[in-house]
């Protein structure tokens, strides 16, 4: 009988041998008795080894940055200032609105300011307000604004706060503080009267060292708060010690003083007097014949001519007699005391037609009540507008009566 072979025979699939591990034997190795070996010794862990390495590597690599980056920083600004130039700034400064305007002084009174320089002065007073010493000065724009400085010593008060706190309409002023730290009362206010003017009045007012200081602008047409501000801080006290204290309340002790030559040829005196600082002095001679002094300010003249010339009586009142006089009756005059003698000033239009008005002056004899023409330092005159300052006309009667014969 046949084998039965498959006709279709599944794919034979090669086994491959299997090598099994070699078992250890259990029983222990005999090692030959001659053999002689020293027992094994047990090796240390080695991992605290290789943490300590860590930790040194980290501690020298951490010292190692610290000591390069603090090295650096030492280095870096001296590095900067090597290399980098040093940067200059410079303050661009705010232009003083101030910086060309007049400056305004008092001697006297120690005190200074600045005022716009287009304004000129209108009129200036030192004349004693009872027994106190008064001066007043106007500036500013003829039939304009005006700045009225009003200076007067006044002990009525013990202090700045004191002043202040006097009942007055100025109690419901803003207080301000001046640059040295005075107390001073700042206000404006329009007035129809009954103030000289009518218009917008601002004013500054503050007292110290026993003075009274008095700033007022006036506009007719708007009120000038913000230009008496810029004013404020140019205003200076030069003298922290009264001048009239040390002056003894003599109005002429800042004033120039000229002296006059004596005319052998003449027979009138020499003289010394003395004139305001805003005031000037021209002096002309000529030589054997005569000398003329004319003290002025603006339009106004105080002339002394010496020469020689003949005199005139002056009738003031009766009849005129025959002769060489002037009729000055009904003539306004005013009496001027001297230390040489009584001169009479009497108003008169002059012969000098470029003026529009004058004063011609006689002196009282001594011996009889009569005047004459030629005063003891010469022939006198003033020369003046039409409508002359009464405030300036008793400025200039004040020079005279400082004149003093050599």
């Known amino acids: 009988m046949e084998p039965n072979i498959p006709t279709n025979p599944e794919p034979q699939i090669p086994i491959q041998p299997i090598t099994l591990p070699i078992q250890p034997t259990t029983e222990p190795i005999q090692v030959p008795a001659e053999q002689n070996f020293e027992p094994t010794k047990k090796s240390l862990p080695k991992w605290p080894l290789i943490i300590a390495g ?5 501690t020298l690599l951490t010292g190692t940055y610290l000591l390069g980056k603090n090295q650096g920083i030492n280095q870096k600004p001296a590095s900067k200032t090597a290399q980098t130039p040093a940067l200059t700034v410079t303050p661009t400064s705010t232009p003083d609105p101030t ?4 400056t305004y002084s008092s001697d006297f009174f120690g005190i200074s300011l600045k005022y ?13 307000v009872g027994n106190s010493k008064y001066e007043l000065t106007e500036v500013g724009i003829k039939n304009g604004i005006s700045l009225t400085m009003e200076l007067q010593e006044n002990n009525n008060f013990k202090n700045s706060e004191d002043y202040l706190n006097f009942p007055s309409p100025i109690n419901a002023s803003e207080k301000i503080l001046l640059q040295d730290g005075t107390p001073a009362h700042f206000y404006s206010q329009f007035s129809e009267g009954p103030m000289p003017q009518k218009g917008y009045w601002t004013y500054l007012m503050f007292f110290k060292n026993g003075k009274t200081y008095t700033f007022y602008i006036v506009d007719s047409e708007n009120s000038q708060e913000q230009l008496m501000k810029m004013i404020i801080p140019t205003l200076k006290l030069t003298s922290q010690t009264s001048k009239i204290e040390a002056l003894s309340l003599d109005p002429t002790a800042s004033w120039k003083t000229y002296t006059s030559e004596k005319l052998n040829w003449l027979s009138f005196s020499g003289y010394t ?11 002309e001679k000529i030589p054997a014949t005569s ?3 004319t003290i002025s300010k603006n339009e106004y003249s105080i002339v002394i001519y010496q020469a020689a010339m003949g005199g005139a009586g002056c009738i003031y009142e009766g009849d005129v007699p025959d002769g060489p006089y002037a009729d000055l009756r009904n003539k306004e005059f005013t009496d001027i005391e001297t230390s040489f003698g009584t001169l009479r000033r009497t108003y008169q239009t002059p012969f000098d037609t470029k ?19 030629i005063t003891t330092i010469g022939g006198l005159s003033y020369e003046t507008p039409t409508n002359p300052d009464k405030i300036i006309l008793e400025e200039m009667d004040n020079i005279l009566k400082t004149a003093n014969t050599n």
Do not use: M
Request: glycine share 6%; aromatic share 12%.
């Open 54 to 58: 860590v930790i040194l590597l980290a």
């Open 99 to 102: 910086a060309n305007w007049k």
């Open 116 to 128: 716009p320089s287009e304004w000129s002065q209108l009129r200036h007073d030192t004349t004693p």
């Open 273 to 283: 007097l003395k004139y305001p600082q805003d005031w000037t002095l021209k002096e």
């Open 291 to 293: 000398s003329r002094v």
């Open 355 to 373: 003026t529009g008005a004058g004063y011609s002056f006689c002196q009282k004899s001594k011996d009889r009540n009569s005047y004459g023409s």
